[in-house]
């Protein structure tokens, strides 16, 4: 009588070529997976939980804990350290980081954004509509946010005198009410972060306007999920099915964001279920949807794209050198094309 022995391997393997089909019968403990998100649980984050509440990670093995953080400094801190497994993290963010924490060698293995969110965001009745509108007013900003990091590069892009600007700093909290509450002629930040958190705070939709960085030829990836260097050394199976799964949840959140949000409400009972599942919509449409992911799918990149972007991401955190793409991003933990796809 034959007697065949599955090792964890052997079965992680198996999940990578079909990851969503149960393995009935095995005993072994699940892998975990520790993974920081770079915001509050919101419809940028419901394909995650909709892919544990289908019970796509448990069938494929895996363990995951998801937790938020305060932006995407802080999740590439935490996956930096190896205490988390990995995150979403703005690329422009990892560059950053990558370069004052050598030794750590996170690496993006997932793109999520393929055009940048950074963004000035003002209302109707400031009269801004361009650029140079935003000489002699003052900005509202965090000063950990990417967008103001990258402020510098955007004024000398499109020719603002930044002496100009008259700055309100506050944090992330508080930034919306302070352009809602008419202390700031504008704010700094992601597009769909601020427009929702706007109209949170009483700001009609109609009365938001938007200026985007990538309009002034900062040509920037965004979010992407990073991996630690000891979760892609030690244990690149598990890395390479919890890409698998997630990118499966992503492909089902962009073809039933009712279902993606359902699954969100039903771990966070307070959120604005109706508000964040325009936030998903707008993300689908703004971020996912590209030329780009329409001819290659999601998670990889182009990387001359990604090389050129670093060369503004360098000047404007004063970077001792250039980021090189093959230093940000790994391509080896990719998932088929078919997982990529984006929904017809």
Same mark, same amino acid.
């Given at each position: 009588?034959?007697?065949? $022995? ?154 603002? @005198? ?22 700031? @002629? ?20 109609? @009365? ?86 329409? $001819? ?33 991003? @790994? ?14």
């Amino acid at each position: 009588m034959l007697e065949f $022995k599955t090792s964890r391997r052997t079965i992680l393997q198996a999940a990578l070529a079909a990851p969503f089909v149960l393995q009935a019968g095995r005993s072994f403990a699940a892998e975990p997976v520790k993974f920081s998100f770079a915001v509050p649980f919101d419809g940028s984050i419901s394909m995650y939980l909709l892919a544990a509440q289908n019970g796509w990670y448990k069938d494929a093995g895996l363990d995951c804990q998801f937790d938020t953080s305060g932006g995407s400094g802080e999740a590439a801190s935490r996956t930096g350290s190896g205490v988390y497994d990995g995150g979403t993290v703005d690329i422009n963010n990892l560059a950053e980081f990558n370069s004052k924490n050598p030794t750590a060698e996170v690496r993006a293995a997932y793109m999520l954004y393929f055009k940048s969110p950074l963004s000035v965001v003002t209302l109707a009745k400031s009269g801004i509509t361009k650029p140079s509108d935003l000489e002699g007013r003052t900005i509202g900003a965090a000063a950990a946010d990417g967008a103001y990091r990258l402020f510098s590069t955007y004024a000398k892009t499109t020719s603002i @005198d930044a002496a100009k600007i008259k700055w309100n700093m506050v944090g992330l909290q508080l930034r919306e009410a302070v352009l809602a509450g008419g202390s700031a @002629d504008a704010i700094l930040g992601f597009d769909s972060t601020v427009y929702f958190g706007l109209q949170k705070a009483g700001i009609a939709p109609g @009365d938001i306007k938007i200026l985007y960085y990538s309009d002034a030829g900062l040509d920037l990836y965004g979010n992407a999920i990073v991996l630690s260097k000891k979760f892609r050394t030690e244990r690149p199976d598990v890395a390479k099915t919890f890409i698998a799964v997630s990118a499966r949840g992503y492909q089902a959140a962009i073809a039933d964001p009712k279902a993606a949000i359902a699954a969100l409400k039903a771990h966070s009972p307070l959120i604005n279920a109706d508000l964040e599942e325009q936030k998903l919509r707008w993300l689908i449409k703004n971020q996912f949807t590209t030329d780009e992911t329409k $001819k290659n799918g999601m998670g990889g990149i182009d990387t001359a794209r990604l090389s050129k972007s670093m060369e503004a991401v360098a000047a404007g955190f004063a970077l001792p050198s250039v980021p090189k793409a093959e230093d940000l991003f @790994d391509p080896s933990f990719l998932p088929s094309a078919d997982l990529r796809k984006l929904p017809a």
